[in-house]
């Protein structure tokens, strides 16, 4: 049957003979790669892989599932049976474009995973920017942001590397969708290059999420980051059931408390030496918090009160 299946999909079995006490058949490792749609390029095309499911299972096979980091619709369909990403395939990525590797072991049971739903095809519409899953083609402005001297001064770890940010990439939209942290990218358009970085993280209690930001340094002071978090926060309030939304700041941070003023957080707290610095210090974070159900009607007071409508077109 393993045969069979390997023959029919073009599948590579890469090892053989392994027992172990959760498989006491002999197991293999089957590589294919998937595609949403035929091709020269994949094994498998998405409306197979239900078929190919089912004789992995009766096999008890371990399938790594290459696909492209642009294939959303793959990476949804193998999270949601129970595919994850591989950590040793990530960390040997050289090229930003290169497949992410999904893997599951059929010996074991394996749920299911979703964290944040889709976004739609063109982005979170975040008052005249958009907000969308990062390309690959982003490698470099971020890599740019990660050095420059202002999100340096603020920081609370040191800068990652292009390899990390590789990672980074190729990992981004199974994260969003499985968790725990990802990151949007705010751009003019869809296919635009990057304005600024939003990265959201999953909070342990359900329906909690935290939020940063950095703007890429030749777009600050119009708007970007203030637009990319009221946008991502109106989003989560009514497409993706969050019910609280933090945002840490230092308190010599009064570009980024601008930004979360702006955006209707309110400062609930302030977290004694929670954020590192650079120099092996602490500083203090003011805790900003935006509330689901108090958010949309405090955000509408803000836009009106400094006189900038949330639709106002961003000033270049
Ligand atoms: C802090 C940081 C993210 C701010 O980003 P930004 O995109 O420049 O911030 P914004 O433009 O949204 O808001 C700041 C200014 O834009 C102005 N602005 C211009 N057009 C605007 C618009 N259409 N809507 C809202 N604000 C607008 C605001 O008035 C505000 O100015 P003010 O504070 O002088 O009154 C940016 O400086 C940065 O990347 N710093 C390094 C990284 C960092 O510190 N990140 C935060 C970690 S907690």
């Known amino acids: 049957m393993k045969q069979d299946i390997g023959a029919h999909f073009g599948a590579r079995t890469q090892s053989h003979a392994k027992n172990n006490s959760f498989s006491p058949t002999t197991d293999s490792t089957t590589t294919v790669r998937i595609e949403s749609t035929g091709g020269s390029w994949p094994d498998l095309t998405l409306d197979q892989l239900p078929t190919a499911i089912d004789g992995w299972r009766t096999t008890r096979s371990r399938v790594h599932a290459e696909t492209g980091v642009a294939d959303h619709a793959v990476i949804d369909a193998l999270a949601q049976h129970g595919f994850v990403l591989d950590p040793v395939a990530l960390a040997q990525r050289t090229e930003p474009a290169a497949p992410v590797i999904l893997t599951r072991d059929f010996s074991t049971t394996a749920t299911a995973c979703e964290w944040l739903p889709r976004i739609p095809p063109h982005g ?91 703007t890429v340094p030749a777009h600050r002071g119009k708007g970007v980051s203030t637009r990319a978090v009221r946008g991502f926060t109106r989003w989560a309030f009514t497409a993706a059931s969050i019910q609280r939304i933090e945002l840490g700041v230092k308190p010599a941070n009064r570009l980024s408390a601008a930004v979360a003023e702006r955006s209707a957080y309110h400062c609930e707290s302030v977290r004694k030496g929670r954020l590192s610095n650079l120099d092996g210090s602490y500083s203090d974070e003011l805790s900003y918090v935006a509330l689901r159900h108090e958010w949309a009607h405090d955000c509408d007071r803000n836009s009106g009160g400094d006189g900038r409508s949330a639709q106002q077109p961003q000033r270049q």
Request: with cysteine.
């Open 124 to 214: 979170i519409d975040a008052d005249g920017i958009v907000l969308t899953h990062p390309h690959p083609d982003d490698l470099d402005v971020l890599l740019a942001c990660e050095q420059d001297p202002g999100a340096r001064l603020h920081a609370v770890a040191e800068p990652l590397d292009r390899e990390a940010l590789v990672g980074l990439l190729g990992s981004a939209y199974f994260q969003w969708r499985a968790g725990p942290a990802s990151f949007l990218i705010a751009r003019a358009s869809p296919a635009g290059p990057p304005l600024a970085k939003l990265s959201v993280r999953r909070v342990v209690p359900p329906g909690v999420l935290d939020v940063g930001y950095v």
